[in-house]
């Protein structure tokens, strides 16, 4: 790798990609208050020299940072608005054996339960409609509201929260599925699902170039 003199400016896009990479030309240019088209020589030189490396759909990187590190810090900045998944409902009001019915029909693993006024009450788990199925009760009378796992027990997560920090969490509390929620004054609005399944498919597009 050839070290090359640097400019002012190239000095500059340097420490910029240091601490923020990996980062996206348009990003440099915006934190330097100069076009893209201005940068592009010195991010070609930087490049070339080995400053920097890229990665397409990454952007710019320090190359004193291992692959690993990389991967890291973009794993770090992706948030579960960009992954969620549409959240599948029933009303609190609805029998253990129409959740069946919806769980199958709508091919998911997890369900959240709403109130009258569609606010969060309660979470039902594939096993907790089978661990009902199996005892002798008749599953068209009984309400899903006896056999959920209600609030405030359930673990929620917001749109601007760290797919990571999910993660974790979804590891710690061994459950498949979190809702994502809207803060209101009158409770906890449903607006999406995270699931495990969202968190294999973050781990397939970084195994994609
Ligand atoms: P399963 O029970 O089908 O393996 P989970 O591991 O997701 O599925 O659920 C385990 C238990 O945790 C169930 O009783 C379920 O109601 C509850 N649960 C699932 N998701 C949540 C959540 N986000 N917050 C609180 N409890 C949950």
Do not use: W
């Amino acid at each position: 790798m050839s070290k090359i003199e640097l400019n002012k400016r190239q000095e500059q896009i340097v420490e910029i990609v240091k601490e923020n990479g990996p980062i996206t030309g348009e990003q440099i240019a915006e934190q330097l208050h100069l076009t893209r088209a201005t940068l592009r020589p010195d991010l070609a030189i930087l490049t070339m020299s080995g400053y920097l490396d890229a990665r397409p759909r990454v952007g710019y990187y320090y190359t004193g940072k291992t692959n690993t590190q990389v991967l890291t810090d973009e794993l770090k900045k992706l948030k579960v608005k960009d992954h969620q998944s549409i959240p599948i409902v029933v009303s609190v009001n609805v029998s253990v054996y129409d959740a069946i019915c919806t769980m199958f029909l709508e091919d998911v693993g997890t369900l959240f339960v709403v109130d009258d006024k569609s606010y969060l009450v309660g979470v039902l788990s594939r096993k907790d409609l089978l661990r009902t199925s199996i005892g002798k009760q008749e599953l068209t009378t009984i309400p899903v509201n006896i056999i959920m796992t209600r609030m405030p027990n359930i673990t929620v997560c917001r749109q601007e929260d760290l797919i990571l920090d999910v993660a974790h969490v979804l590891i710690d509390k061994q459950i498949d599925a979190l809702p994502v929620v809207k803060d209101t004054d009158q409770g906890l609005e449903v607006i999406g699902r995270i699931t495990k399944t969202n968190m294999t498919k973050i781990l397939v597009s970084f195994g994609q170039e």
